[in-house]
């Protein structure tokens, strides 16, 4: 009964590969987002996703390519890693609502390890 | 980060109260959210305010001011398992619940 499952919980790999995470939420909320966390444990916007339709697209490298298959996915494709891709990235989703006290629900992070 | 600002660190011992400071760039501003993360985990969110004001839930209340720019965290009757970064994250008009986090405040609960 996961809300927000993300996978997998962790990635270790070399740089330069292409990787990908999966996020799925089982809420029925029509906004996802994804999340990076550095090792200072700043938590960043990256993307966002309003049913399927890119919202926020914050400066992050063209490498990093979000995917929305239908509303209750959002995958994160990442090529030729780098070192500092390394960090927590959180999937979240929320119901959208211009009032703004619809909490985000966060997965449990997938830890990325570029060796 | 983001014109969002809480200290880095506090310390506090169990039974006691502490209070969490945040501030943030009032222009766009719709609401502030606290949420904690305990260490290796999801944050979960606590709390929402958008009215000035102190809003109670357990333990826990929230505080508002919108012209100050300024809210806090109170957390009551410490217990260890509050040992946890808390996070500021404001909400701003515009694109659907678009939050931004401070860099969090790592809250440790002693005996």
């Known amino acids: 009964d996961t809300a927000v499952s993300q996978t997998p919980k962790y990635l270790v790999t070399q740089m330069g590969n292409d990787k990908s995470i999966k996020c799925e939420q089982n809420?029925?909320?029509?906004?996802m987002y994804w999340y990076k966390q550095d090792s200072k444990k700043f938590l960043k916007i990256m993307f966002s996703?309003?049913?399927?339709?890119?919202?926020i697209n914050e400066t992050v490298p063209n490498r990093f390519s979000p995917k929305s298959p239908d509303k209750a996915h959002l995958n994160l494709h990442i090529n030729s890693l780098e070192l500092g891709d390394s960090a927590v990235y959180f999937c979240?989703?929320?119901?959208?609502?211009?009032?703004?006290?619809?909490?985000?629900?966060f997965g449990d992070g997938t830890r990325l390890s570029i060796l | 980060g983001q014109n969002i600002d809480q200290p880095t660190e506090m310390t506090a011992t169990e039974g006691a109260i502490v209070q969490i400071n945040c501030t943030y760039q009032?222009?766009?501003?719709?609401?502030l959210f606290w949420y904690q993360q305990h260490a290796g985990e999801a944050p979960t969110f606590l709390s929402y305010?958008?009215?000035?004001g102190l809003e109670e839930k357990g333990r826990f209340s929230s505080f508002l001011s919108r012209s100050k720019g300024y809210s806090y965290l109170l957390l009551k009757e410490l217990q260890m398992k509050d040992s946890a970064s808390y996070l500021c994250?404001?909400?701003?008009?515009?694109?659907?619940?678009?939050?931004?986090f401070g860099a969090g405040t790592r809250l440790t609960v002693k005996p």
């Open positions: 809420l029925g909320h029509d906004t």
């Open positions: 305010n958008v009215l000035d």
């Open positions: 009032t222009s766009g501003f719709n609401g």
């Open positions: 979240a989703s929320s119901h959208s609502d211009r009032g703004g006290n619809q909490p985000q629900h």
């Open positions: 996703y309003n049913n399927k339709e890119l919202i």
């Open positions: 994250a404001e909400h701003r008009h515009g694109n659907n619940n678009d939050m931004r």
